[in-house]
């Protein structure tokens, strides 16, 4: 079974995948946050994410978010003219401003639109697509609708949250549900969702000995072996865990550093990883990484934390 980084906005960018690669590995393909064309462009932000140039990943795989095939037009090129061929479809995003448009889990309601999409897709000579969606808007019976669409599109496969977008991270995911989307999917599916042990990753795999892989997300975050303790068969202990960290940390302040200048642009990147990272670290280890308020702090309560002693 394969295990897959999912794309999350403002963390797993170009820096944080080529890193974890190295550093830690495990994963079999990283998705880019989503690629988006919004007032008549494509942010220079996302593009410089999807550039080869900027990826040294092996398997990278890019993410768009359209609600028509017009939308959906630009981001293709983009992605032609890097020489991708694998491109993930996002119907799975929960952010308002996002669903306000139609795009994301936003499309889940509308059967004809997500129809006019994939249609639009399978146009598109020499590629293959993938689907990441949720269970639906508002019914966790939405996808029922879709279905047909989904089956006749030449999909790889579909990663399939299942949650309801307006439930965007607020219950567990329903793993009942999944299992009847999983039923009646014609395509390999990929299981995303509350996966943060590897005791999760298997008893997804033996719950469901068909899947094609798990996507992890905030998992991933939280505890970025996951993917080596899945090959081995066993967790790291916290000093190997904190080890490797540490080189991670060290690799994307070293990469990070010539772009982002001051104090300010630096923290405000990095603190938010420590809202994931270690969720067993004691909170008296953890605040100082917070509020620090320069860089020399930071990098000294981040030291501090990751030694290991935790008692």
Not at 28 to 40: I, K, M, Q, V, W
Not at 44 to 53: L, N
Not at 247 to 258: C, K
Not at 267 to 293: F, G, Q, S, V
Request: glycine letters at 8%; aromatic letters at 10%; one cysteine or more.
């Amino acid at each position: 079974m394969k295990l897959y980084s999912a794309p999350l906005q403002g963390f797993t960018e170009a820096v944080w995948r080529n890193v974890h690669s190295v550093v830690f590995g495990g994963i079999d393909g990283y998705y880019t946050p989503f690629l988006r064309y919004e007032h008549g462009e494509i942010r220079s932000k996302d593009v410089r994410d999807v550039e080869r140039k900027n990826n040294s990943v092996e398997n990278l795989v890019p993410q768009i978010i359209a609600a028509t095939p017009d939308e959906m037009h630009p981001l293709m090129e983009l992605i032609a003219s890097e020489g991708y061929r694998c491109v993930d479809i996002n119907m799975g995003c929960s952010f308002p401003l996002q669903v306000r448009k139609k795009h994301g889990a936003g499309l889940l309601p509308h059967p004809d639109m997500v129809a006019a999409l994939l249609e639009a897709a399978a146009g598109y000579k020499g590629f293959t697509f993938s689907v990441k969606m949720r269970l639906g808007w508002e019914s966790k019976d939405e996808w029922r609708a879709l279905l047909p669409a989904l089956n006749d599109a030449p999909l790889e496969h579909i990663t399939m949250h299942p949650r309801l977008g307006i439930e965007q991270y607020k219950k567990p995911a329903d793993v009942e549900a999944f299992a009847e989307f999983l039923d009646a999917c014609k395509h390999p599916v990929v299981y995303n969702g509350d996966v943060t042990t590897l005791g999760d990753i298997q008893r997804l795999e033996q719950l469901f000995p068909t899947l094609k892989g798990i996507m992890i997300g905030r998992g991933l975050l939280a505890n970025p072996a996951l993917g080596i303790e899945y090959s081995r068969g066993g967790e790291l202990t916290d000093s190997e865990l904190c080890r490797l960290i540490q080189a991670m940390h060290d690799e994307m302040f070293a990469r990070l550093s010539p772009r982002l200048q001051g104090n300010t642009q630096f923290l405000t990147k990095m603190k938010p990883y420590w809202e994931y990272l270690l969720p067993t670290l004691p909170k008296r280890l953890r605040k100082p990484i917070l509020k620090a308020t320069t860089i020399e702090k930071y990098q000294s309560a981040v030291a501090n934390a990751l030694r290991g002693d935790w008692e």
